[in-house]
């Protein structure tokens, strides 16, 4: 008989554990995740902020750490982080919103607004969205630390996606290269005819009336901003600062964990681009949509982007099963980033608790 009361306890226990974040049966004790952020800031080892939304609406968030570890300013909920790569994201739903509008489509050719970009003939809008175009990551450019704290034109970088050419033929495989991201900001800009900044702002930032989303300058602590930094033996030490016109389109965009999370939940919910559209993006192969990857996390799969630039990490992931996201915006780590993320959703399990 304690045999069985033992296996039922334990099968219960673990019902909760793999509740697979069920907040409808369970709330957030937010006083359990509030000791593990306190833990993690008294170790001076991860500067962050985090929030999570629920069907929706936001449930937790926290920041920790320092914007500026010099002068001693904190962060908060509306503290400006750069997302790095995440911007794909945003730079991916605006194609999708010109594709919807018939301004373009999947199948439109790079070589009808570049045609001097190799192989500008076989790579098609749609490649360049699923990273199969083949072209050289400019991030890895030889002389990248020459130029990429200084303002570029797009002329410039044009030339550079011509000089490093491409690694593979067009749709042969996949391979992550933010030249395709440029590419498609680009072309966004000679269809809407203004700057990118202006076409985020008109497409995504005011629809979803975001306050602190936008096109990244430099970065201004008295503007409640963050500056980035590593840590070296027992000291943050500050990083440059990319100059925000090199990477644009493809990791210029700064926002917070919360406005990023109003994004990531508009375009699961319909509100940002078609249903074809959106069903598009997240048909995946080796695990790639379209401004989207597949991620896992303690067996839990979800769906979003990582970010990273300077000494910023950022990731945002949706679980659509469960219909709940969580953003994480960092601008100093000593540990892995994965490792942060999948902490967290350990933590996060513990502190549900049942509805009564």
């Known amino acids: 008989m304690k045999l069985f009361y033992l296996i039922l306890f334990l099968v219960i226990l673990g019902c909760k554990k793999d509740s697979k974040f069920d907040f409808q049966t369970y709330s957030i004790d937010k006083s359990k995740l509030d000791l593990y952020f306190n833990s993690l800031e008294s170790s001076d080892n991860q500067m962050l902020s985090i929030s999570v939304f629920s069907n929706g609406n936001e449930v937790y968030k926290r920041s920790i750490g320092f914007t500026d570890v010099s002068n001693g300013k904190r962060p908060n909920e509306l503290t400006k982080y750069r997302i790095g790569s995440i911007s794909k994201t945003f730079t991916a739903t605006i194609i999708m919103q010109l594709i919807d509008e018939q301004k373009l489509s999947l199948d439109t050719p790079l070589n009808k607004y570049f045609p001097h970009i190799v192989n500008s003939e076989k790579i098609t809008v749609e490649l360049l969205l699923r990273h199969r175009s083949g072209l050289f990551d400019i991030i890895r450019d030889k002389d990248i630390n020459d130029w990429i704290y200084k303002t570029q034109t797009r002329e410039q970088m044009l030339e550079r996606f011509i000089k490093n050419g491409s690694i593979f033929e067009p749709d042969e495989r996949t391979k992550y290269s933010s030249t395709n991201y440029l590419l498609l900001t680009y072309i966004a800009e000679e269809i809407e005819n203004k700057p990118y900044s202006l076409i985020l702002e008109s497409r995504i930032i005011e629809p979803l009336e975001l306050k602190r989303t936008e096109y990244g300058k430099k970065i201004n602590t ?135």
């Open 222 to 356: 008295n503007g409640n901003e963050a500056l980035s930094y590593t840590k070296e033996w027992y000291n943050w030490e500050l990083e440059p600062e990319t100059n925000m016109s090199a990477p644009s389109g493809a990791g210029a965009l700064v926002s917070t964990p919360s406005e990023v999370n109003i994004f990531i939940n508009s375009l699961f919910s319909g509100k940002l681009v078609s249903d074809a559209s959106f069903n598009k993006m997240i048909d995946f192969r080796n695990r790639t949509g379209m401004g989207l990857f597949q991620l896992s996390f303690r067996h839990i799969g979800g769906i979003g982007h990582e970010g990273f630039i300077d000494g910023f990490r950022s990731i945002v992931v949706y679980f659509p099963k469960e219909n709940f996201s969580v953003t994480i915006l960092t601008n100093g780590l000593t540990t892995s980033f994965t490792s942060v993320i999948s902490l967290f959703l350990d933590e996060l399990r513990d502190a549900l608790i049942e509805n009564r």
